[in-house]
Nanobody
Framework: QVQLVESGGGLVQSGGSLRLSCAAS????????MGWFRQAPGKEREFVGC????????YYADSVKGRFTISNDNAKNTVYLQMNSLKPEDTAVYYC????????????????WGQGTQVTVTS
């Protein structure tokens, strides 16, 4: 099994920054891709971006491209989501997830999920 724990959420003003962390434990594999998703009240889960665990190749949704950056520290089994230039529309619960499908952008293809961390961006 793989356990994922997100942290780093909080309340920030528009234009501010946050860095989310996702710590993996258990039988994490370098073959996993790590995804970030978010879900706002009344909305469906939205793909934010993903990173391949071993190679560090990244993919981003158009809505966050240029503002968000995903990175990983394999030695710490941790993935990060650096969020800059935050907007009120970025407000959501953010989840990290692990998939055996390389570069997946689809929530249904992710096998393990964290508990989520709230990000609130004020105007």
């Amino acid at each position: 099994q793989v356990q994922l724990v997100e942290s780093g959420g909080g309340l920030v003003q528009s234009g501010g920054s946050l860095r989310l962390s996702c710590a993996a434990s258990g039988r994490a594999s370098v073959n996993y891709s790590m995804g970030w998703f978010r879900q706002a009240p009344g909305k469906e889960r939205e793909f934010v971006g993903c990173i391949t665990w071993s190679a560090g190749l990244t993919y981003y949704a158009d809505s966050v491209k240029g503002r968000f950056t995903i990175s990983n520290d394999n030695a710490k089994n941790t993935v990060y989501l650096q969020m800059n230039s935050l907007k009120p529309e970025d407000t959501a619960v953010y989840y990290c997830a692990a998939s055996k499908i390389w570069g997946s952008r689809t929530a249904g293809e992710y096998d393990y999920w964290g508990q989520g961390t709230q990000v609130t961006v004020t105007s």
